[in-house]
């Protein structure tokens, strides 16, 4: 099973026989990827994220790139110049860029959204800027990166307009077909299409059915992670995997949290992205299979042990949660190791995860993880709800 194409080719190397769960390898023009996998963001304007070569070693095979934040600084005549963003930022693993679209909104509040596209305000020189479908793709081509995301309208997750989610997820059908026809290096990058319409079902499965008779190498589900309520969210995650071909690699965009990893890729999900990891780092917050420490804390101050003792990253080999604490409000040193760290889990989990499809013993990970997470055995009930709905049956104790 799988899709063969000039910049993206995808094959399903096991399939779980209980729920949707699969893993694969992406084979992209800078690098074959294997999935599921988790995408770090690699450049950020707001965050220092990784070096390349940290990322490297960290077993990172693909990142995400922000468009809107390249597309000012460094801009596309210097990123143009410099060979595309593999060669200006050192890396040369694979990469994926996103339209540039979301961050715009969630940033500037002065975006106008209209049919030729979004409309905002340079925060850098206050002029006025229109980012098209065809500009965005015009930027991404320059960028080059192996996966570039269509422009899609985008609405608040927790919006209830239906008129205006009515609206958003036609005219993002609409702006792929535009993407579609802006794209310059189709045998080089891959768009991937964005399925929209928020929390409702009718709207996401014409959405997703749109995307379905386009000529694409994959597809994202957008729109969700945006603070709606977990029982509102696993429901469009499903109704999208059910929907998008098997064929092609799905990817839920800013999705990153432990659980959320676990259940999605349950629900059939292949990729994922999100600033959570290194975001939570900045606040002294480290990732372990029982949910979070604090490194704050003032418990820490006299605890030598590492962050994890079955954590092998460099951060745990040679610092303890002593040194963290003390360091971790004085130091962005701090948020630097405590940001390998979290990656670096990241990265576990999503590895343990594709062994356990490929033995064939993802339910009993799934089951064994949730049990680390919640030792009273008070599970969530989306937790519950999800996993049962793919024939992952957990109870509560
Ligand atoms: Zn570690």
Known sequence: MGFKSAALSFSVQAECKTSRARAGIMKLPHYEVRTPVFMPVGTQGTMKGLLPDQLESLDCEIILGNTYHLGNRPGTEVLKKAGGLHKFMGWNRALLTDSGGFQMVSLLKLAEITEEGVKFRSPYDDSEIMLTPEKSIEIQNCIGADIIMQLDDVVQTTFQDYDRIKEATERTSRWLDRCLRAHRKPTEQSIFPIVQGLLNSDLRTQSAREHMTKEVNGFAIGGLSGGEA?????????????????????????????????????????????????RTARFGCALINTGQLN??????????????????????????????????????????????????????????????????????????????????????????????SVGINIYKK
């Open 230 to 278: 977990k029982d509102d969210f696993w429901p469009m995650v499903k109704l999208g995997t059910g929907i998008l071909d098997n064929n092609r690699p799905r990817y839920l965009m800013g999705v990153g949290l432990a659980i959320d990893l676990v259940v999605c890729v349950a629900l059939g999900v292949d990729m994922f992205d999100c600033v959570f990891p290194t």
């Open 295 to 388: 490194l704050k804390q003032q418990k820490y101050e006299t605890d030598l042990n590492p962050i994890d003792r079955d954590c092998s990253c460099s951060t745990c080999k040679n610092y303890t949660r002593s040194y963290l604490h003390c360091i971790v409000t004085v130091e962005t040193v701090a948020c630097h190791l405590i940001s390998v760290h979290n990656i670096a889990f990241q990265m576990r989990l999503m590895r343990t995860m594709r062994e356990n499809i490929e033995k064939g013993t993802f339910p009993q990970f799934v089951h064994k993880f949730v049990n680390d997470l919640y030792p009273d055995g008070n599970y969530p009930n989306w937790v519950v709800n999800s996993l049962n």
